[in-house]
């Protein structure tokens, strides 16, 4: 058989998507929110011992994406990747010892080695948390100068994280930089830029605000409707607030409970709140009690404060019979 020049072509792009690298492709599939396929693709390196792989592994079973929540799973995966110098998983596992996650022993200082050496490795990730830790005062006491030179590493090496990071130091005005909203506000767009929808988010925030820009609702409403479609809880809420308030958009108790309930779905203790007191109210329906009760129950649970009043003010007002139902409801699943 004679082959042309487009059947040769045609071979080698075979060929060549024969050959994908496999986590490659499942890093693709992770940052396109197809966790399932992610977890699949990921499953043969990282059962061969490929480090990114293992990486990868660790943060489905910390995000419970792709995987069960577990942070004991995700400490053993990112000590098994970082025993294989992959710089992401040694400045995850530094993070495992600072807070002492996962049965892993509490050891703040090993942890902030790690990630030191991890961000001297180029782990922009690392750079970020040590950006964040310097803030805080984590391992020493809080240093924004510190803390500006880390983010601004990060932010160099177009990490979203310490181009936020950077840019909360801005707002605030820290020794070593000038406070500037406009210089905050165009590095929460080039954490926009890079997909972070947490500074999707935190431009809603801003333009409703005016924070460095002109105050608009309806862009505020715009902003934290691109974030929610991340699934972002924070916008969920932020976004069901603008609708039960009619705040930048027509009011629409439908769509603020129903983006209240996304984010009560994913365990948030204020979403859980803000259900509860939609379903109190009868708004966007009829008056639900019991609802109400078991989401401020959920609420209280997760630790927000101002749902334990509310719980117990409603338990009181409950039948023997609804009580019973909502223990079933919140039942842990088996």
């Known amino acids: 058989m004679k082959f042309t020049f487009s059947l040769w072509l045609l071979l080698i792009i075979s060929l060549v998507r024969a050959q994908e690298d496999p986590v490659a492709a499942?890093?693709?599939?992770?940052?396109?929110r197809d966790y399932a396929k992610a977890a699949q693709l990921s499953d043969a390196p990282a059962a061969a011992g490929n480090a990114a792989a293992l990486y990868m592994k660790g943060r489905m079973a910390e995000t419970g994406r792709g995987a069960?929540?577990?942070?004991?799973?995700?400490?053993?995966?990112?000590?098994?990747?970082?025993?294989?110098?992959?710089?992401?998983?040694?400045?995850?596992?530094?993070?495992?010892?600072?807070?002492?996650l996962g049965g892993v022993e509490k050891?703040?200082?090993?942890g902030l080695f790690l990630i030191r050496k991890a961000a001297e490795a180029g782990s922009s990730g690392a750079?970020?948390?040590?950006?964040?830790?310097?803030?805080?005062?984590?391992?020493?006491?809080?240093?924004?100068?510190?803390a500006a030179f880390w983010y601004q590493r990060a932010a160099a090496e177009k990490d979203p994280l310490g181009c936020m990071g950077l840019a909360q130091l801005y707002d605030r005005g820290v020794p070593g930089l000038v406070k500037d909203e406009?210089?905050?506000?165009?590095?929460?767009?080039?954490?926009?830029?890079?997909?972070?929808?947490?500074?999707?988010?935190?431009m809603g925030i801003r333009y409703q605000h005016g924070r460095g820009v002109v105050a608009d609702s309806v862009a505020a409403v715009g902003w934290f409707?691109?974030?929610?479609?991340?699934?972002?809880?924070a916008a969920r809420i932020n976004l069901g607030n603008c609708y039960e308030s009619g705040n930048g958009c027509v009011k629409d108790y439908n769509r603020a409970?129903?983006?209240?309930?996304?984010?009560?779905?994913?365990?948030?203790?204020?979403?859980?709140?803000?259900?509860?007191?939609?379903?109190?109210?009868?708004?966007?329906?009829?008056?639900n009690?019991?609802?109400a009760y078991v989401n401020y129950h959920r609420s209280a649970s997760g630790g927000f404060k101002d749902a334990e009043s509310k719980r117990d003010e409603l338990k009181a007002a409950l039948s023997a019979e609804q009580l019973k139902e909502a223990e079933k409801l919140l039942a842990p699943e088996k």
């Open 26 to 32: 499942a890093n693709a599939a992770w940052a396109a």
């Open 68 to 100: 069960a929540q577990s942070h004991a799973a995700a400490a053993k995966f990112y000590q098994q990747a970082m025993e294989k110098d992959n710089a992401e998983a040694t400045s995850a596992y530094g993070r495992y010892l600072v807070a002492g």
């Open 107 to 110: 050891d703040e200082k090993r």
């Open 127 to 146: 750079m970020t948390i040590l950006g964040e830790f310097a803030d805080r005062g984590v391992g020493q006491e809080p240093d924004p100068r510190t």
């Open 182 to 202: 406009g210089r905050a506000t165009a590095l929460v767009l080039d954490a926009v830029k890079l997909g972070e929808p947490l500074a999707m988010n935190e």
């Open 225 to 233: 409707s691109l974030a929610a479609q991340h699934d972002l809880a």
């Open 257 to 287: 409970g129903a983006n209240y309930a996304a984010a009560a779905k994913q365990g948030h203790p204020v979403g859980q709140f803000l259900l509860a007191s939609l379903f109190e109210r009868g708004l966007g329906g009829e008056v």
């Open 289 to 291: 009690k019991l609802s």
